[in-house]
């Protein structure tokens, strides 16, 4: 497709249930990000890949949380026993360049946790 | 975390007007990028502007970087209501391989 897409775009679940949000990037976009943006906030950094490795996953709040990159296009961010504090927006971006350069997002996944 | 911080936190303006969005930020950069961001949706990139730049033009945007502060600008002239967004400025905190968003800046515009 022409941009990063997000899937689902909304998500409804119960507090301890599990969940997987899926992003697609822009072909040939070797780096990938997730972000967490809370209602008010700037994006919060989650995880970073650079092809099919997690380069940077400073960001993952704990072991709850766990993102894949299996051949290195489609990811797949993972929360696991959800709670209710984990209801926000998740937001995927992609990148052509290996430095930090311009970042495209998709529309992001709203996920909230009853 | 995050670096940036922007202010105002709120900005309201006649059509027509001039809008100033600064950002502070708190580590040593390679770049400092600026995003739109329109309610409900993904974040759109505006501008990048290098460490070793001062100043960028692009259309009706206009950013300044100054790195001995640790501060940068948008400008946006003339604005419109569809310029009615929230707007974030980002860097690669430590010359790092990732983003740190600021809280942002929420610019209405009214027509």
């Known amino acids: 497709g022409a941009g990063v897409s997000q899937t689902p775009s909304n998500k409804v679940t119960e507090k301890g249930k599990y969940v997987e949000l899926r992003c697609d990037p822009i072909s040939g976009h070797t780096a990938l990000y997730w972000y967490r943006q809370s209602l008010g906030q700037g994006p919060e950094f989650l995880i970073y890949?650079?092809?099919?490795?997690?380069?940077?996953d400073s960001g993952l709040p704990n072991d709850r949380f766990f993102a894949v990159r299996p051949e290195g296009s489609v990811s797949t961010l993972k929360i696991q026993r959800t709670e209710r504090g984990d209801s926000a927006v998740y937001l995927c971006a992609s990148s052509l360049t290996t430095g930090v350069g311009e970042l495209f997002f998709g529309e992001g996944s709203r996920l909230t946790v009853l | 975390s995050q670096q940036g911080e922007e202010d105002p936190q709120a900005l309201s303006i006649q059509e027509g007007e001039n809008a100033t969005m600064n950002c502070s930020y708190k580590?040593?950069?390679?770049?400092l990028q600026w995003y739109r961001q329109n309610s409900g949706r993904g974040l759109v990139h505006l501008i990048l502007i290098r460490s070793n730049e001062r100043e960028k033009h692009s259309g009706r945007l206009r950013v300044t970087l100054d790195t001995s502060k640790k501060s940068s600008s948008l400008l946006i002239t003339a604005s419109r209501a569809a310029d009615t967004a929230s707007y974030f400025c980002?860097?690669?905190?430590?010359?790092?391989?990732?983003?740190?968003f600021g809280a942002g800046t929420i610019l209405r515009v009214k027509s």
């Open positions: 980002a860097t690669d905190a430590n010359r790092g391989n990732k983003l740190v």
């Open positions: 890949f650079q092809g099919t490795g997690a380069a940077d």
């Open positions: 580590t040593s950069i390679n770049n």
